[in-house]
């Protein structure tokens, strides 16, 4: 177990470096900087005052010295500073992380909590009514994205029933029904998606399990129906299952942007969008880093949990 842990942690380190490279040259090929987007529109301002600027910034100097000052500050704790505002990324990243978090939180959540039964029963249940219905919730769910159901939810909330979600974020410590007041609808919209995800590989994964021979031997035996179902062929349909549910809750850190922007939600994503508008590069490349590492992590404790599923999973 520590052999194999230690093992994927060092895989880790080249993902990363891969990924800190990536995002450093693509926002070096992104056209103008930060310095460009503050004089864009202003005529009077000279090219001695422009360079002057850039320099100060360190944006003159080679793209070499550039990315090791970046990448060893990130490493060291220090994830630079704001070259639009100055404020220190790490705080803007801790003030907008909590959100991001909770909002992804409460989407895998809420798609776990539907997806899961509703797989079961469509597998258990197979060609039925309950499983033609829960195929064609899944299709939908895949069919529209979450941009344009949050924009069709506003507008049918704010037009028929008068009421949108209030704006902002308040901690749900601080005033939690406040909270769900805000993150509710857009935590529900996103998880639409994952959520049939998740419940099309539970129906596929239960159904190539219940078509096996120790499944028949089960039932040979004269087990019931539940004791099949609960005893062996959940727990050998779950792995792939928990496969998925690691790699969508990486997917909804970093693909919750458009929900962010139309809700209003002050994440990671907003500061992010915000950060590539402005060509802001020290805010960009530590929370593109960040959330690479956050999903790298997440998907090592899923591969963690198969043995807590399946016992007979060892990594020695």
Excluded at 129 to 148: C, Y
Excluded at 190 to 207: F, K, N, V
Aim: glycine letters at 8%; aromatic letters at 10%; charged letters at 15%.
């Amino acid at each position: 177990m520590n052999r194999y842990l230690l093992q994927r942690l060092a895989l880790v380190i080249p993902t990363l470096a891969g990924v800190s490279l990536i995002i450093f040259a693509l926002m070096r090929l992104l056209p103008g900087d930060v310095v460009d987007i503050l004089f864009g529109g202003d005529t009077q301002a000279d090219q001695r005052t422009l360079d002057q600027i850039r320099e100060n910034l360190g944006l003159n100097r080679p793209l070499a010295v550039q990315y090791l000052e970046w990448i060893g500050g990130f490493l060291s704790g220090n994830f630079g500073v704001s070259m639009r505002t100055g404020i220190p990324v790490a705080e803007s990243i801790a003030q907008g992380m909590p959100v991001t978090l909770q909002l992804a939180v409460m989407a895998i959540f809420f798609a776990c909590l539907f997806a899961i039964p509703l797989g079961i029963i469509a597998a258990v249940r197979r060609n039925g009514v309950t499983d033609m219905l829960t195929r064609i919730v899944g299709l939908i769910g895949l069919s529209f994205p979450a941009f344009w159901l949050a924009t069709m939810f506003l507008l049918i909330s704010s037009t028929m029933f008068r009421w949108t979600p209030p704006l902002g974020w308040v901690s749900p410590f601080a005033d939690f029904g406040r909270n769900m007041q805000m993150m509710l609808a857009p935590a529900l919209l996103l998880a639409l998606q994952p959520m049939a995800i998740i419940m099309r590989m539970t129906r596929a994964s239960l159904l190539e399990v219940l078509r096996q021979d120790y499944i028949r031997t089960a039932y040979a035996k004269g087990l019931r129906d539940r004791a099949v179902l609960l005893r062996h062929a959940l727990q050998n349909a779950f792995i792939p299952v928990l496969t998925v549910i690691g790699v969508q809750f990486g997917v909804l850190m970093g693909g919750s942007i458009i929900i962010e922007q139309i809700f209003s939600l002050p994440g990671i994503a907003f500061l992010l969008i915000n950060g590539i508008y402005n060509r802001d590069y020290p805010v960009v490349q530590s929370t593109v880093l960040l959330l690479s590492l956050i999903f790298v992590l997440v998907n090592l404790a899923v591969d963690l949990l198969y043995s807590a599923v399946d016992p007979r999973i060892r990594y020695d």
